[in-house]
T-cell receptor
Framework: EADIYQTPRYLVIGTGKKITLECSQT?????MYWYQQDPGMELHLIHY???????EKGDLSSESTVSRIRTEHFPLTLESARPSHTSQYLC??????????FGSGTRLTVV | EDQVTQSPEALRLQEGESSSLNCSYT??????LFWYRQDPGKGPEFLFT???AGEEKEKERLKATLTKKESFLHITAPKPEDSATYLC??????????????FGKGTKLSVKP
């Protein structure tokens, strides 16, 4: 079954550590997105990609970076995690016809 | 500028008490309007896509409708398991959103037994 996968589901990590949040999709979608969402709050777009070697920053400024070396893979990296990075990170993908398919999210806690 | 406004922010219903959620939008050429359901701690789950004014779609107790300025999500005889945050999003044909979805802030629905 085609789907979108995020790992890890939960991550607790110390300040200053480097982390990579993984996102993979099996639907062959060109477009992929990363959103940040605090509990009970709205979605904020932080990065998006329209295809391999294409990445753009979203509406919300973020210290994270992304890469798109393969169509199916869109990892997000924080070089030095801080408590202010504590949030839920949601990955999504889409084709050009329909809406987005979201992953289950990674809940990140930086202590 | 493309914009989506959802109301109310929160809605409390008794089980069986029907109601509607509103999504008002401004967009340069509507390509599609989307409704999602989001449970706490999870990613949004796709419900409906509407493409043109007058279009309606139904799924179980939910019915989505679309006009040129707004969309409604009607909930008929809701059950406690319908409790969630409902998100509305639009995709524009042109403009600064570059075809990306513009999300509203959502309506948090609570259905009490």
């Amino acid at each position: 079954e085609a789907d979108i996968y995020q790992t890890p589901r939960y991550l607790v990590i110390g300040t200053g550590k480097k982390i990579t949040l993984e996102c993979s999709q099996t639907m062959g979608h060109d477009k992929m997105y990363w959103y940040q969402q605090d509990p009970g709050m709205e979605l904020h777009l932080i990065h998006y990609s329209y295809g391999v070697n294409s990445t753009e920053k979203g509406d919300l400024s973020s210290e994270s970076t992304v890469s798109r070396i393969r169509t199916e893979h869109f990892p997000l990296t924080l070089e030095s995690a801080r408590p202010s990075h504590t949030s839920q990170y949601l990955c999504a993908s889409s084709d050009y016809r329909d809406g987005y398919t979201f992953g289950s999210g990674t809940r990140l806690t930086v202590v | 500028e493309d914009q989506v406004t959802q109301s109310p922010e929160a809605l409390r219903l008794q089980e069986g008490e029907s109601s509607s959620l509103n999504c008002s939008y401004t967009v340069s050429g509507l390509r599609g309007l989307f409704w999602y359901r989001q449970d706490p701690g999870k990613g949004p789950e796709f419900l409906f896509t509407l493409y043109s004014a007058g279009e309606e779609k139904e799924k179980e107790r939910l019915k989505a409708t679309l006009t040129k300025k707004e969309s409604f999500l009607h909930i008929t005889a809701p059950k406690p398991e319908d409790s969630a945050t409902y998100l509305c999003a639009v995709q524009g044909e042109y403009g600064g959103s570059q075809g990306n979805l513009i999300f509203g802030k959502g309506t948090k629905l609570s259905v009490k037994p």
